[in-house]
């Protein structure tokens, strides 16, 4: 009973933003182990800088790879690519060139692509791994 009471409490006190941290972080989690089962090789999640975060960099032969990854827990919003405006594929390319410039490797071969993920069915995602999704 108790247990139950505290879980009770806790939901009511987590805030809208961290139920969608937590889709985000599972989200991630979920695209690394899919890209790793393609051949990519993880170098950095959750880069930082001025300019934003890229979710994920990676390897994949001798190209670079800013991961964008986009999850959703319903169709409600429509398709999780969706979510990737002109406007946040500008701030995609920024990042990279930011990234590779910081990096001292800004002549490399790099592109950007999304991992779209949705949640309908408990256990079972659909993924979606889309390459080139934005031209750099």
């Known amino acids: 009973m108790a247990k139950a009471w505290l879980r009770w409490i806790s939901d009511r006190l ?7 941290q937590d889709l985000g972080s599972y989200g991630e989690a979920i695209a690394e182990k899919e890209l790793r089962k393609r ?4 170098i950095e999640r959750n880069y930082r800088c001025r300019l934003g975060e890229i979710d994920i960099v990676a390897k994949q032969d001798d190209e670079t790879v800013i991961v964008e990854v986009k999850t959703r827990s319903s169709g409600t919003y429509g398709d999780p690519q969706d979510a990737v405006t002109p406007q946040k594929a500008r701030r995609l ?3 990279g060139m930011n990234y590779l410039a910081e990096k001292g490797d800004s002549d490399a071969q790099w592109r950007i692509d999304v991992v779209a993920i949705r949640l309908d069915e408990p256990g079972r995602p659909t993924i979606e791994v889309i390459t080139n999704a934005v031209e750099n």
């Open 93 to 95: 390319v920024a990042l």
């Open 39 to 42: 051949g990519y090789q993880i």
């Open 14 to 20: 987590r805030s809208p933003d961290s139920d969608l």
